[in-house]
Protein backbone atom coordinates (compact mmCIF):
# COMPACT_ATOMS: atom_id res chain seq x y z
CA UNK A 1 0.00 0.00 0.00
CA UNK A 2 2.68 2.37 0.70
CA UNK A 3 4.18 1.75 -2.56
CA UNK A 4 1.03 3.14 -4.35
CA UNK A 5 0.67 6.14 -2.06
CA UNK A 6 4.21 7.54 -3.00
CA UNK A 7 2.78 10.21 -5.66
CA UNK A 8 -0.62 11.04 -3.75
CA UNK A 9 -0.74 14.59 -2.20
CA UNK A 10 -0.52 15.19 1.46
CA UNK A 11 -3.61 17.34 3.39
CA UNK A 12 -1.97 18.02 6.68
CA UNK A 13 -4.57 18.58 9.64
CA UNK A 14 -3.38 20.36 12.58
CA UNK A 15 -3.11 18.30 16.28
CA UNK A 16 -2.26 18.79 19.38
CA UNK A 17 1.43 18.68 20.55
CA UNK A 18 3.00 20.43 17.63
CA UNK A 19 2.26 17.51 15.27
CA UNK A 20 0.32 16.96 12.20
CA UNK A 21 -2.31 13.91 10.89
CA UNK A 22 -1.24 13.61 7.88
CA UNK A 23 -3.71 12.39 5.32
CA UNK A 24 -3.41 10.96 1.77
CA UNK A 25 -5.75 10.30 -0.75
CA UNK A 26 -6.10 6.29 -0.52
CA UNK A 27 -5.42 5.03 -4.10
CA UNK A 28 -4.16 6.72 -7.11
CA UNK A 29 -6.68 4.33 -9.65
CA UNK A 30 -9.35 7.40 -9.01
CA UNK A 31 -8.45 9.08 -12.51
CA UNK A 32 -9.51 12.16 -11.14
CA UNK A 33 -8.02 12.44 -7.93
CA UNK A 34 -5.95 15.41 -8.59
CA UNK A 35 -9.08 17.53 -9.24
CA UNK A 36 -10.94 16.01 -6.40
CA UNK A 37 -8.27 16.70 -3.93
CA UNK A 38 -9.30 19.80 -3.20
CA UNK A 39 -13.19 18.97 -2.58
CA UNK A 40 -12.03 15.65 -0.22
CA UNK A 41 -10.41 18.09 1.67
CA UNK A 42 -13.14 20.48 2.30
CA UNK A 43 -15.51 17.30 3.31
CA UNK A 44 -13.04 16.40 5.91
CA UNK A 45 -13.40 17.57 9.44
CA UNK A 46 -13.96 14.32 11.78
CA UNK A 47 -12.27 11.52 12.24
CA UNK A 48 -14.74 9.05 11.49
CA UNK A 49 -16.28 8.76 14.87
CA UNK A 50 -18.41 11.26 14.78
CA UNK A 51 -15.47 13.26 16.80
CA UNK A 52 -14.20 16.92 15.46
CA UNK A 53 -10.55 16.93 14.54
CA UNK A 54 -8.12 18.45 15.60
CA UNK A 55 -7.68 21.80 14.18
CA UNK A 56 -11.50 21.55 12.99
CA UNK A 57 -12.94 22.00 9.77
CA UNK A 58 -15.97 24.02 9.85
CA UNK A 59 -19.33 23.38 10.18
CA UNK A 60 -21.41 21.10 7.59
CA UNK A 61 -17.92 18.95 7.05
CA UNK A 62 -17.67 15.36 7.86
CA UNK A 63 -15.52 12.93 6.68
CA UNK A 64 -15.76 9.79 5.84
CA UNK A 65 -16.51 6.79 7.90
CA UNK A 66 -14.45 4.29 7.94
CA UNK A 67 -16.50 1.38 9.20
CA UNK A 68 -19.49 2.16 6.66
CA UNK A 69 -20.09 -0.69 3.87
CA UNK A 70 -20.65 1.80 1.46
CA UNK A 71 -17.52 3.16 1.63
CA UNK A 72 -15.80 4.30 -1.94
CA UNK A 73 -11.65 3.55 -0.59
CA UNK A 74 -11.04 5.78 -3.97
CA UNK A 75 -12.14 8.82 -2.61
CA UNK A 76 -11.93 8.47 1.00
CA UNK A 77 -9.11 9.81 3.10
CA UNK A 78 -7.45 7.87 5.70
CA UNK A 79 -4.40 8.70 8.52
CA UNK A 80 -1.13 7.79 7.10
CA UNK A 81 1.30 8.85 9.48
CA UNK A 82 2.00 11.28 12.08
CA UNK A 83 5.07 13.32 11.71
CA UNK A 84 6.38 16.84 12.71
CA UNK A 85 5.26 19.41 10.12
CA UNK A 86 6.28 23.26 10.35
CA UNK A 87 2.87 24.17 8.98
CA UNK A 88 -0.44 23.30 7.21
CA UNK A 89 0.31 23.78 3.33
CA UNK A 90 -2.07 26.38 1.88
CA UNK A 91 -4.41 25.37 -1.12
CA UNK A 92 -2.05 27.75 -2.96
CA UNK A 93 0.99 25.35 -2.63
CA UNK A 94 -1.38 21.75 -3.36
CA UNK A 95 -2.24 23.85 -6.99
CA UNK A 96 1.03 24.67 -7.54
CA UNK A 97 1.79 21.13 -7.09
CA UNK A 98 -1.17 19.98 -9.53
CA UNK A 99 0.44 22.60 -12.22
CA UNK A 100 3.25 21.13 -11.78
CA UNK A 101 2.75 17.82 -11.95
CA UNK A 102 0.72 17.92 -15.13
CA UNK A 103 3.60 19.71 -16.65
CA UNK A 104 5.67 17.13 -15.94
CA UNK A 105 3.48 14.31 -17.52
CA UNK A 106 2.36 15.80 -20.58
CA UNK A 107 5.75 17.54 -21.40
CA UNK A 108 7.37 14.23 -20.73
CA UNK A 109 4.99 12.69 -23.38
CA UNK A 110 4.98 15.28 -26.12
CA UNK A 111 8.64 15.48 -25.98
CA UNK A 112 8.55 11.59 -26.14
CA UNK A 113 6.29 12.01 -29.35
CA UNK A 114 8.65 14.44 -30.81
CA UNK A 115 12.07 12.02 -30.17
CA UNK A 116 10.36 8.74 -31.48
CA UNK A 117 8.76 10.66 -34.52
CA UNK A 118 12.42 11.62 -35.00
CA UNK A 119 13.66 8.14 -34.74
CA UNK A 120 11.20 6.70 -36.80
CA UNK A 121 12.01 8.91 -39.28
CA UNK A 122 15.53 8.22 -39.63
CA UNK A 123 14.86 4.66 -39.98
CA UNK A 124 13.11 5.06 -42.45
CA UNK A 125 10.19 3.37 -41.05
CA UNK A 126 6.16 4.55 -42.73
CA UNK A 127 4.43 3.03 -39.96
CA UNK A 128 2.80 6.12 -37.29
CA UNK A 129 5.73 6.75 -35.00
CA UNK A 130 2.48 7.43 -31.96
CA UNK A 131 1.10 3.92 -32.74
CA UNK A 132 4.82 2.41 -32.17
CA UNK A 133 5.03 4.83 -28.93
CA UNK A 134 1.64 3.32 -27.60
CA UNK A 135 2.57 -0.10 -28.03
CA UNK A 136 5.67 0.54 -26.37
CA UNK A 137 4.06 1.91 -23.42
CA UNK A 138 1.37 -1.18 -22.83
CA UNK A 139 4.26 -3.56 -23.00
CA UNK A 140 6.10 -1.33 -20.30
CA UNK A 141 2.97 -1.67 -18.49
CA UNK A 142 2.25 -5.39 -18.50
CA UNK A 143 5.77 -6.14 -17.88
CA UNK A 144 5.57 -3.55 -14.60
CA UNK A 145 2.09 -4.87 -13.52
CA UNK A 146 3.80 -8.38 -13.64
CA UNK A 147 6.61 -7.62 -11.29
CA UNK A 148 4.70 -4.95 -9.53
CA UNK A 149 0.92 -4.19 -9.62
CA UNK A 150 1.51 -1.42 -6.88
CA UNK A 151 4.39 0.03 -9.64
CA UNK A 152 2.39 0.01 -12.38
CA UNK A 153 -0.23 1.95 -11.00
CA UNK A 154 1.83 4.78 -10.04
CA UNK A 155 3.48 4.76 -13.13
CA UNK A 156 -0.17 5.38 -14.70
CA UNK A 157 -1.07 8.04 -12.00
CA UNK A 158 2.45 10.05 -13.13
CA UNK A 159 0.99 10.35 -16.10
CA UNK A 160 -2.97 10.68 -14.97
CA UNK A 161 -2.84 14.53 -15.49
CA UNK A 162 -1.98 14.61 -18.94
CA UNK A 163 -4.07 11.59 -20.06
CA UNK A 164 -7.20 13.62 -18.45
CA UNK A 165 -6.07 16.77 -19.70
CA UNK A 166 -6.02 15.66 -23.42
CA UNK A 167 -9.78 13.66 -22.91
CA UNK A 168 -10.89 16.99 -21.61
CA UNK A 169 -9.51 19.00 -24.80
CA UNK A 170 -9.71 15.95 -27.35
CA UNK A 171 -11.98 17.14 -29.94
CA UNK A 172 -10.01 20.29 -29.77
CA UNK A 173 -7.08 18.72 -31.22
CA UNK A 174 -9.34 17.46 -34.09
CA UNK A 175 -11.00 21.08 -35.12
CA UNK A 176 -7.73 22.28 -37.69
CA UNK A 177 -8.49 20.22 -40.66
CA UNK A 178 -11.91 21.01 -40.13
CA UNK A 179 -11.57 24.44 -39.89
CA UNK A 180 -9.85 24.34 -43.60
CA UNK A 181 -12.84 22.84 -45.29
CA UNK A 182 -14.20 26.29 -46.89
CA UNK A 183 -11.11 26.75 -48.93
CA UNK A 184 -11.12 22.96 -50.02
CA UNK A 185 -14.61 22.49 -50.72
CA UNK A 186 -15.05 25.00 -53.04
CA UNK A 187 -13.74 23.13 -55.72
CA UNK A 188 -16.51 20.42 -55.70
CA UNK A 189 -19.68 21.01 -56.98
CA UNK A 190 -23.30 20.23 -55.93
CA UNK A 191 -23.44 17.15 -57.10
CA UNK A 192 -20.07 15.55 -55.67
CA UNK A 193 -21.12 16.91 -51.75
CA UNK A 194 -24.43 15.04 -52.11
CA UNK A 195 -22.59 12.08 -53.11
CA UNK A 196 -20.04 12.50 -50.54
CA UNK A 197 -22.77 12.71 -47.81
CA UNK A 198 -24.75 9.77 -48.95
CA UNK A 199 -21.29 7.52 -48.67
CA UNK A 200 -21.41 8.82 -45.38
CA UNK A 201 -24.62 8.44 -44.38
CA UNK A 202 -24.83 4.69 -45.89
CA UNK A 203 -21.86 3.94 -44.49
CA UNK A 204 -22.59 5.03 -40.91
CA UNK A 205 -25.26 2.77 -40.84
CA UNK A 206 -24.06 -0.67 -42.76
CA UNK A 207 -21.42 -0.17 -40.10
CA UNK A 208 -23.50 -0.05 -37.28
CA UNK A 209 -25.57 -3.31 -38.34
CA UNK A 210 -22.43 -5.08 -38.99
CA UNK A 211 -20.64 -4.51 -36.44
CA UNK A 212 -24.08 -5.20 -33.99
CA UNK A 213 -24.56 -8.37 -36.15
CA UNK A 214 -21.25 -9.43 -35.39
CA UNK A 215 -21.23 -9.10 -31.51
CA UNK A 216 -24.20 -10.64 -31.18
CA UNK A 217 -23.08 -13.68 -33.58
CA UNK A 218 -19.91 -14.07 -31.52
CA UNK A 219 -21.28 -13.55 -28.14
CA UNK A 220 -23.94 -16.57 -29.36
CA UNK A 221 -21.01 -18.88 -29.54
CA UNK A 222 -19.00 -17.79 -26.40
CA UNK A 223 -21.85 -16.92 -24.27
CA UNK A 224 -19.68 -15.03 -21.71
CA UNK A 225 -21.74 -13.39 -18.95
CA UNK A 226 -21.99 -9.88 -19.07
CA UNK A 227 -20.78 -8.30 -15.67
CA UNK A 228 -20.93 -5.06 -13.71
CA UNK A 229 -18.98 -2.53 -15.19
CA UNK A 230 -17.76 1.24 -14.06
CA UNK A 231 -17.71 3.47 -17.07
CA UNK A 232 -15.02 6.07 -17.76
CA UNK A 233 -15.76 8.78 -15.13
CA UNK A 234 -16.51 12.22 -16.72
CA UNK A 235 -14.10 14.72 -16.96
CA UNK A 236 -14.63 17.84 -14.53
CA UNK A 237 -16.08 20.71 -16.29
CA UNK A 238 -14.70 24.15 -17.58
CA UNK A 239 -14.32 26.59 -14.73
CA UNK A 240 -14.80 30.52 -14.84
CA UNK A 241 -11.25 30.71 -15.02
CA UNK A 242 -11.44 29.31 -18.73
CA UNK A 243 -14.01 31.83 -19.69
CA UNK A 244 -11.96 34.50 -18.33
CA UNK A 245 -8.56 33.79 -19.26
CA UNK A 246 -9.20 33.06 -23.20
CA UNK A 247 -12.21 35.43 -23.58
CA UNK A 248 -9.13 37.93 -22.10
CA UNK A 249 -6.55 37.13 -24.44
CA UNK A 250 -9.22 36.93 -27.79
CA UNK A 251 -10.08 40.36 -26.92
CA UNK A 252 -6.31 41.80 -26.10
CA UNK A 253 -4.89 40.17 -29.53
CA UNK A 254 -7.59 41.36 -31.63
CA UNK A 255 -7.42 45.05 -30.34
CA UNK A 256 -3.66 45.06 -30.95
CA UNK A 257 -4.62 43.34 -34.61
CA UNK A 258 -6.89 46.41 -34.77
CA UNK A 259 -4.92 49.47 -33.16
CA UNK A 260 -1.80 48.22 -35.53
CA UNK A 261 -3.25 47.87 -38.33
CA UNK A 262 -1.45 44.57 -39.41
CA UNK A 263 2.01 45.66 -38.05
CA UNK A 264 1.62 43.54 -35.55
CA UNK A 265 0.48 40.28 -37.39
CA UNK A 266 3.48 37.96 -36.72
CA UNK A 267 3.18 38.53 -33.19
CA UNK A 268 -0.46 38.32 -32.86
CA UNK A 269 -1.87 35.77 -35.31
CA UNK A 270 -1.22 32.60 -33.12
CA UNK A 271 -2.50 33.92 -30.15
CA UNK A 272 -5.74 35.57 -31.73
CA UNK A 273 -6.80 32.18 -33.47
CA UNK A 274 -6.01 30.10 -30.78
CA UNK A 275 -8.11 31.98 -28.71
CA UNK A 276 -10.71 31.80 -31.08
CA UNK A 277 -10.63 28.22 -31.57
CA UNK A 278 -10.51 27.84 -27.77
CA UNK A 279 -13.60 29.70 -27.48
CA UNK A 280 -15.22 28.26 -29.42
CA UNK A 281 -14.73 24.95 -28.02
CA UNK A 282 -15.74 26.33 -25.05
CA UNK A 283 -18.96 27.86 -25.88
CA UNK A 284 -19.68 24.64 -28.09
CA UNK A 285 -19.21 22.27 -24.86
CA UNK A 286 -21.74 24.96 -22.42
CA UNK A 287 -24.33 24.62 -24.90
CA UNK A 288 -27.31 23.17 -23.30
CA UNK A 289 -27.31 18.99 -24.34
CA UNK A 290 -30.10 19.49 -26.91
CA UNK A 291 -28.68 22.56 -28.43
CA UNK A 292 -25.48 20.32 -29.23
CA UNK A 293 -27.29 17.79 -30.79
CA UNK A 294 -27.29 20.01 -33.48
CA UNK A 295 -24.84 22.32 -32.81
CA UNK A 296 -21.66 19.91 -31.63
CA UNK A 297 -19.19 21.77 -30.12
CA UNK A 298 -16.33 20.35 -33.01
CA UNK A 299 -18.71 22.47 -35.43
CA UNK A 300 -19.04 25.66 -33.26
CA UNK A 301 -15.41 25.57 -32.54
CA UNK A 302 -14.82 24.88 -36.36
CA UNK A 303 -17.35 28.01 -36.84
CA UNK A 304 -15.94 30.32 -34.50
CA UNK A 305 -11.94 29.64 -35.84
CA UNK A 306 -12.87 30.61 -39.30
CA UNK A 307 -14.85 33.92 -37.76
CA UNK A 308 -11.71 34.65 -36.13
CA UNK A 309 -9.79 34.57 -39.22
CA UNK A 310 -12.21 36.53 -41.18
CA UNK A 311 -12.04 39.44 -38.28
CA UNK A 312 -8.31 39.17 -38.76
CA UNK A 313 -8.32 39.54 -42.28
CA UNK A 314 -10.32 42.45 -42.27
CA UNK A 315 -8.57 44.55 -39.82
CA UNK A 316 -5.32 43.80 -41.19
CA UNK A 317 -6.40 43.92 -44.59
CA UNK A 318 -4.78 40.46 -45.68
CA UNK A 319 -8.21 38.69 -46.42
CA UNK A 320 -9.89 36.12 -44.96
CA UNK A 321 -8.59 33.32 -47.68
CA UNK A 322 -4.86 34.45 -46.30
CA UNK A 323 -5.80 34.43 -43.05
CA UNK A 324 -7.41 31.24 -42.97
CA UNK A 325 -4.14 29.59 -44.65
CA UNK A 326 -1.91 31.26 -41.81
CA UNK A 327 -4.04 28.48 -39.29
CA UNK A 328 -2.47 25.38 -40.51
CA UNK A 329 0.43 25.78 -42.96
CA UNK A 330 1.88 22.23 -42.44
CA UNK A 331 5.43 23.67 -42.77
CA UNK A 332 8.63 23.44 -40.81
CA UNK A 333 8.72 27.31 -40.83
CA UNK A 334 6.00 29.49 -38.80
CA UNK A 335 3.29 27.00 -36.96
CA UNK A 336 -0.32 28.69 -37.07
CA UNK A 337 -2.25 28.28 -34.29
CA UNK A 338 -4.16 24.75 -36.00
CA UNK A 339 -0.29 23.56 -35.79
CA UNK A 340 0.26 23.89 -32.60
CA UNK A 341 -3.24 21.66 -31.96
CA UNK A 342 -2.24 19.03 -33.98
CA UNK A 343 1.16 18.98 -32.72
CA UNK A 344 -0.33 17.06 -30.23
CA UNK A 345 -2.45 14.28 -32.26
CA UNK A 346 0.63 12.38 -31.26
CA UNK A 347 0.32 12.64 -27.65
CA UNK A 348 -3.32 12.03 -28.06
CA UNK A 349 -2.41 8.17 -29.29
CA UNK A 350 0.03 8.14 -26.43
CA UNK A 351 -2.34 8.35 -24.13
CA UNK A 352 -4.57 5.35 -25.65
CA UNK A 353 -2.13 3.28 -24.19
CA UNK A 354 -2.83 4.21 -20.82
CA UNK A 355 -6.76 3.96 -21.47
CA UNK A 356 -6.13 0.10 -22.97
CA UNK A 357 -4.14 -0.97 -20.08
CA UNK A 358 -6.84 0.16 -17.54
CA UNK A 359 -9.73 -1.83 -19.22
CA UNK A 360 -7.32 -4.73 -19.75
CA UNK A 361 -9.48 -7.42 -17.56
CA UNK A 362 -12.42 -6.43 -19.78
CA UNK A 363 -10.96 -6.79 -22.65
CA UNK A 364 -9.37 -10.52 -21.46
CA UNK A 365 -13.06 -11.33 -20.57
CA UNK A 366 -14.66 -10.32 -23.44
CA UNK A 367 -11.50 -10.48 -25.96
CA UNK A 368 -13.85 -13.03 -28.77
CA UNK A 369 -16.42 -10.24 -28.68
CA UNK A 370 -14.45 -6.90 -28.76
CA UNK A 371 -11.64 -7.97 -31.08
CA UNK A 372 -13.60 -10.07 -33.39
CA UNK A 373 -16.46 -6.70 -33.75
CA UNK A 374 -13.28 -4.43 -34.38
CA UNK A 375 -11.54 -6.16 -36.79
CA UNK A 376 -13.88 -7.32 -38.81
CA UNK A 377 -15.83 -4.30 -38.58
CA UNK A 378 -12.56 -2.29 -39.36
CA UNK A 379 -12.24 -4.21 -42.74
CA UNK A 380 -15.45 -4.26 -43.81
CA UNK A 381 -15.74 -0.21 -42.88
CA UNK A 382 -12.64 0.99 -45.17
CA UNK A 383 -13.72 -1.80 -47.80
CA UNK A 384 -17.26 -1.36 -48.07
CA UNK A 385 -16.59 2.75 -48.07
CA UNK A 386 -14.02 2.68 -50.83
CA UNK A 387 -16.62 0.44 -53.17
CA UNK A 388 -19.41 2.72 -52.18
CA UNK A 389 -17.10 6.15 -53.34
CA UNK A 390 -16.25 4.32 -56.90
CA UNK A 391 -19.58 3.50 -57.19
CA UNK A 392 -20.77 7.14 -56.98
CA UNK A 393 -18.35 8.45 -59.39
CA UNK A 394 -15.87 10.39 -57.18
CA UNK A 395 -12.43 11.31 -57.99
CA UNK A 396 -10.10 9.17 -56.34
CA UNK A 397 -8.39 11.06 -54.32
CA UNK A 398 -11.90 12.09 -52.86
CA UNK A 399 -12.67 8.20 -52.17
CA UNK A 400 -9.55 7.85 -50.52
CA UNK A 401 -10.24 10.90 -48.21
CA UNK A 402 -13.52 9.80 -47.24
CA UNK A 403 -12.27 5.74 -46.52
CA UNK A 404 -11.44 5.94 -43.31
CA UNK A 405 -14.67 8.07 -41.91
CA UNK A 406 -15.35 5.43 -39.11
CA UNK A 407 -11.82 5.98 -37.67
CA UNK A 408 -10.89 8.83 -34.80
CA UNK A 409 -9.35 11.86 -36.38
CA UNK A 410 -6.41 11.18 -34.77
CA UNK A 411 -5.31 8.27 -36.61
CA UNK A 412 -7.87 8.65 -39.80
CA UNK A 413 -5.20 11.39 -40.85
CA UNK A 414 -2.25 9.38 -40.36
CA UNK A 415 -4.45 6.57 -43.14
CA UNK A 416 -5.38 9.87 -45.36
CA UNK A 417 -1.53 10.18 -45.73
CA UNK A 418 -0.83 6.58 -46.01
CA UNK A 419 -3.19 6.61 -48.88
CA UNK A 420 -2.19 9.86 -50.07
CA UNK A 421 -5.69 11.20 -49.61
CA UNK A 422 -6.36 14.77 -48.35
CA UNK A 423 -6.59 15.87 -45.17
CA UNK A 424 -9.35 18.09 -45.54
CA UNK A 425 -11.96 15.55 -46.80
CA UNK A 426 -11.18 13.01 -44.15
CA UNK A 427 -11.67 15.31 -41.67
CA UNK A 428 -15.02 16.05 -43.21
CA UNK A 429 -16.01 12.70 -43.54
CA UNK A 430 -14.80 11.71 -39.87
CA UNK A 431 -16.73 13.96 -38.36
CA UNK A 432 -19.99 14.08 -40.59
CA UNK A 433 -19.89 9.52 -39.87
CA UNK A 434 -19.67 10.91 -35.91
CA UNK A 435 -22.47 13.19 -36.42
CA UNK A 436 -24.53 11.21 -38.20
CA UNK A 437 -23.82 8.26 -35.98
CA UNK A 438 -24.35 10.21 -32.32
CA UNK A 439 -27.61 11.43 -33.00
CA UNK A 440 -29.00 8.16 -34.77
CA UNK A 441 -27.23 5.23 -34.25
CA UNK A 442 -28.89 3.99 -30.94
CA UNK A 443 -32.33 5.17 -32.46
CA UNK A 444 -31.37 2.49 -35.10
CA UNK A 445 -30.44 -0.69 -32.87
CA UNK A 446 -33.63 -0.26 -30.50
CA UNK A 447 -35.68 -0.07 -33.52
CA UNK A 448 -33.81 -3.22 -35.05
CA UNK A 449 -33.84 -4.74 -31.30
CA UNK A 450 -30.31 -4.89 -30.66
CA UNK A 451 -30.55 -4.64 -27.19
CA UNK A 452 -27.54 -6.43 -25.99
CA UNK A 453 -25.05 -3.91 -23.99
CA UNK A 454 -21.46 -5.00 -25.40
CA UNK A 455 -22.67 -5.09 -28.92
CA UNK A 456 -24.45 -1.20 -28.64
CA UNK A 457 -21.03 -0.54 -27.70
CA UNK A 458 -19.17 -2.13 -30.13
CA UNK A 459 -21.65 -0.54 -33.18
CA UNK A 460 -22.03 2.79 -32.28
CA UNK A 461 -18.02 3.35 -31.90
CA UNK A 462 -17.66 1.53 -34.67
CA UNK A 463 -19.21 3.50 -36.64
CA UNK A 464 -19.00 7.17 -35.03
CA UNK A 465 -15.85 6.24 -33.24
CA UNK A 466 -15.47 9.13 -30.47
CA UNK A 467 -18.86 10.83 -31.07
CA UNK A 468 -20.98 8.13 -30.80
CA UNK A 469 -19.11 7.09 -27.46
CA UNK A 470 -20.07 10.23 -26.40
CA UNK A 471 -23.79 9.75 -27.19
CA UNK A 472 -23.78 6.25 -25.61
CA UNK A 473 -22.49 8.45 -22.03
CA UNK A 474 -25.90 9.91 -21.52
CA UNK A 475 -27.66 6.92 -21.39
CA UNK A 476 -26.03 3.68 -21.68
CA UNK A 477 -23.87 3.12 -19.01
CA UNK A 478 -23.08 -0.66 -19.36
CA UNK A 479 -22.52 0.10 -23.01
CA UNK A 480 -19.63 2.94 -22.78
CA UNK A 481 -16.90 1.39 -21.51
CA UNK A 482 -17.12 -1.24 -24.76
CA UNK A 483 -17.61 2.06 -26.88
CA UNK A 484 -14.31 3.43 -25.26
CA UNK A 485 -12.59 0.27 -26.39
CA UNK A 486 -13.96 0.02 -29.44
CA UNK A 487 -13.43 3.60 -30.57
CA UNK A 488 -9.49 3.37 -30.04
CA UNK A 489 -9.01 -0.52 -31.25
CA UNK A 490 -10.94 0.70 -33.94
CA UNK A 491 -8.61 3.13 -35.30
CA UNK A 492 -5.90 1.27 -34.19
CA UNK A 493 -6.80 -1.65 -36.57
CA UNK A 494 -7.97 0.27 -39.44
CA UNK A 495 -4.18 1.90 -39.38
CA UNK A 496 -2.48 -1.65 -38.54
CA UNK A 497 -4.80 -2.82 -42.23
CA UNK A 498 -3.56 0.02 -44.05
CA UNK A 499 -0.23 -0.56 -43.54
CA UNK A 500 -0.33 -3.85 -44.76
CA UNK A 501 0.69 -3.68 -48.55
CA UNK A 502 -1.88 -5.89 -49.74
CA UNK A 503 -4.65 -4.20 -48.12
CA UNK A 504 -3.77 -0.82 -48.93
CA UNK A 505 -3.05 -1.54 -52.73
CA UNK A 506 -6.72 -3.32 -52.69
CA UNK A 507 -7.66 0.21 -51.16
CA UNK A 508 -5.98 2.07 -53.94
CA UNK A 509 -6.89 -0.50 -56.85
CA UNK A 510 -11.08 -0.35 -55.83
CA UNK A 511 -10.89 3.77 -55.60
CA UNK A 512 -8.80 4.56 -58.80
Known sequence: ??????????????????????????????????????????????????????????????????????????????????????????PSQSTINQWLHWGLSLGTLYLF????????????????SPLIGMFGIIGV????????????????????????????WLALFYVPSLVMLPLSLRSLSG?????????????????????AQIAISVRNLVRTQLEETTPPKQSFPFNRNH?????????????????SGGSLLTQLSVPFLLASTVCGYLGGTSLPSKARAVFHPVIVTAACANIGALLQGWVTGIGYDESLRSYLTKTAGAWGAGDWLMSLLGVVILSFGFKIFGQRRLMKRHAPEIF????????????STAF???AAGLSPAIARGTTPRSVTIALALPIATALDAPHTMTAFSVVLSGLIGANFSQLVLTKLGYKDPIARGLACAGSAHGLGTAALAASESEAVPFAALAYALMGITSTLLVALPPFRSLILMITG
Open 1 to 90: MEDAQVLLPKVAWPARGGKEIIYRASSPRDPDYLDKIDTEIEDLATDGTGSQLPGGGGPGLHAPVTNSKKKDSSRSLQPFDVEEAPSTPR
Open 388 to 390: MCR
Open 113 to 128: NLALAKAVAAAGISFP
Open 141 to 168: LVATSAVSQPRAEQLCALFQPAVAWIEK
Open 243 to 259: YIGWGALLLTTFLGLAA
Open 372 to 383: GSVILSAAFSLL
Open 191 to 211: SEMARIMGVNVIGVFLTLLVT
